[in-house]
């Protein structure tokens, strides 16, 4: 491929500049639920019955591919009990009544009840932290049933373990193999910015990345690492059932019927893709199509000017160097 204008070291400097979220932020947001944390942690030792069992960093922050365009920090919160109400609704208010218990420093409308996530707002500083509930009954490994963000639906899943799994790969292949996973969000936060119909879940574009991690790809050359991504979702057309052996046996996978199959790796019967329809299944593999088609006009670009403008159909406008 010739790379005279555009480098793999130039999409390196672009993550940098412009994709990645800068590790002090990352640290400050870090440090802002260690606090809330450390809060409910105390609240629990003077009231062990209390029914807020744990709280844990989830989503990007907690597995090092958040971009630059972060606005909420996730957070899972494991809710036990008797009495804490299976509707979703329900659970939602209960969490936040007993978020206010836990942290009477926050005024009532800093903890405020979303459709599937309870808010909670510094004063000042900091991003909101979203705080969504997970049922949970005693499991050892934190397994429990986490409230989908999608649509309300309970999915039991592992978060401990879905952080476990990504640190083992991003190990693999250190600092490359996240870069590649935010350079691909990159390109999909571009993609929703121009339709906003357009949907591709970052942990579907991280299974997919892990897939191609595990096949023994090598995750060093962005420009190239990204073709290989382009190319296994135009080749695939995403009818391939993508999944992990890391805490089951592939034969414990049942039968799934939608069309995109992308097993949760620490549950066989967890579909991470199983909202998604043939349209937008298309819709992505169509955008991964053209997308690999201007990386390859890029490399054949005559001029540094052209070779920018295939770069900026991935990335958008963005993409500057
Ligand atoms: N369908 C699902 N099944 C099981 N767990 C899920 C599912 N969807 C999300 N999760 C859990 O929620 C976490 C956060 O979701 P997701 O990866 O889509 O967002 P994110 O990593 O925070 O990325 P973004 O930068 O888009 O916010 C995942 O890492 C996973 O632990
Ligand atoms: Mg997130």
């Known amino acids: ?53 744990k709280m844990i960093l989830s ?42 218990k836990a942290f009477p420093n926050f005024k009532p409308e800093q903890v405020k009840p979303k459709t599937y996530s309870v808010t909670v707002s510094f004063i000042g500083s900091g991003l909101d932290v979203d705080v969504v509930p997970i049922l949970y009954s005693g499991d050892p490994n934190w397994y429990g049933d986490l409230v989908s963000q999608d649509d309300g639906s309970f999915l039991k899943t592992c978060i401990p373990r879905h952080i476990e799994f990504i640190g083992k790969r991003k190990k693999k292949q250190e600092v490359h193999f996240s870069q590649v996973i935010r350079l691909a969000k990159q390109w999909v936060y571009f993609l929703k910015s121009e339709n906003e119909n357009f949907r591709f879940k970052s942990f579907m574009v991280e299974l997919i990345m892990s ?12 420009p190239e690492a990204l073709q290989e991504f382009f190319t296994y979702l135009a080749k695939s057309d995403l009818k391939e059932l993508i999944a992990f052996n890391d805490y089951y046996p592939l034969s414990s996978i049942g039968s799934h019927s939608s069309p995109v199959k992308i ?45 920018v403008y295939y770069w900026q159909k991935v990335f958008g406008p963005s993409f500057q160097i």
């Open 263 to 307: 097993i949760d790796p620490v549950n066989a019967e967890n579909n991470a893709a199983k909202q998604y329809n043939i349209q937008q299944a298309k819709a992505i593999v169509e955008a991964a199509i053209d997308a690999g088609d201007a990386i390859d006009a890029a490399m054949a670009a005559p001029t540094k000017k052209e070779t």
């Open 211 to 222: 897939k191609l991690l595990d096949s023994g790809k090598d995750f060093s050359d962005y």
């Open 59 to 100: 989503g990007s922050l907690a597995k090092g591919t958040a971009l630059k365009s972060l606005n909420d920090i996730d957070v899972a919160c494991y809710v036990s009990g008797a009495e804490a109400p299976k509707d979703v609704k329900a659970l939602i208010e209960y969490l936040a009544e007993r978020l206010r």
């Open 1 to 53: 491929m010739a790379k005279e204008h555009v480098s793999h070291s130039d999409i390196a400097e672009y993550a940098k500049e412009k994709v990645n979220l800068p590790k002090d932020k990352a640290d400050e947001y870090r440090a802002q639920v260690q606090r809330l944390r450390e809060k409910l942690e105390g609240y629990i030792s003077e009231y062990p019955d209390f029914t807020l069992k």
